[in-house]
């Protein structure tokens, strides 16, 4: 099965800055739509910011102003910019992407955790 392979998270002190990317596992045809989502412990899973193939991103307003969505079409690959961190941006962030059959496919996950 085709997954989505993440990097970039980590510690990093409140005010900092992160850089998550994702690439797929294998070069699939089609992806319509990139993006991230996030899970706190205790939280239900949700959306961080997505990126359709083409179009303006959607990110959420918990973070808008502070995050920022890269999406490279030809490399299949997603990034997540994200500026002053707060203590409330600690989650498991995991990558997502919806191919045009409506296949999604997820990472495993990747931590980031901000310090007070």
């Known amino acids: 099965q085709v997954q989505l392979v993440e990097s970039g998270g980590g510690l990093v002190q409140t005010g900092g800055s992160l850089t998550l990317s994702c690439t797929a596992s294998r070069r699939i045809n089609g992806l319509v739509v990139m993006g991230w989502y996030r899970q706190a412990p205790g939280n239900q899973r949700e959306l961080v910011a997505l990126?359709?193939?083409?179009?303006?991103?959607i990110i959420a307003q918990t973070v808008k102003g502070r995050f920022t969505i890269s999406r490279d079409n030809a490399k299949q690959s997603v990034d997540l910019q994200m500026n002053s961190l707060e203590p409330e941006d600690t989650a498991v962030y995991y990558c997502n992407a919806v191919d045009v059959g409506s296949v999604s496919y997820w990472g495993q996950g990747t931590q980031v955790t901000v310090s007070s």
């Open positions: 990126k359709p193939r083409v179009g303006d991103p």
